[in-house]
């Protein structure tokens, strides 16, 4: 069988239904953030467009690996499952 598809295609959704072990450090950085039951209410300006609670995990995971630059992470979250797990398969703006 021949699949038909074209590589200028513009969307191509694929969820994943990847889920960290248990002793795997993204699950560890998510049960701390959700302990911590951040509730930022939007008292000044535009309301934020991302959960802060998400971009939390996001920088605590990306310190484990050593990566600070802001092209890095960006990589990181399309190309690592962890990190698209933590952020819930969001494109972040960085």
């Known amino acids: 069988m021949y699949n038909n598809y074209s590589i200028n295609q513009t969307v191509l959704i694929i969820k994943t239904n990847w889920k960290p072990k248990e002793n795997h450090p993204a699950r ?55 990190a698209r797990w933590l952020t819930q398969e969001r494109s972040l703006p960085l």
């Open 28 to 82: 560890m950085i998510n049960q701390i953030v959700e302990a911590l039951k951040i509730k930022d209410p939007y008292i000044f300006g535009r309301p934020r467009k991302y959960d802060l609670r998400v971009l939390l995990k996001l920088i605590l995971f990306v310190y484990t690996k050593g990566i600070s630059s802001s092209c890095r992470i960006n990589t990181l979250v399309e190309e690592n499952l962890a």
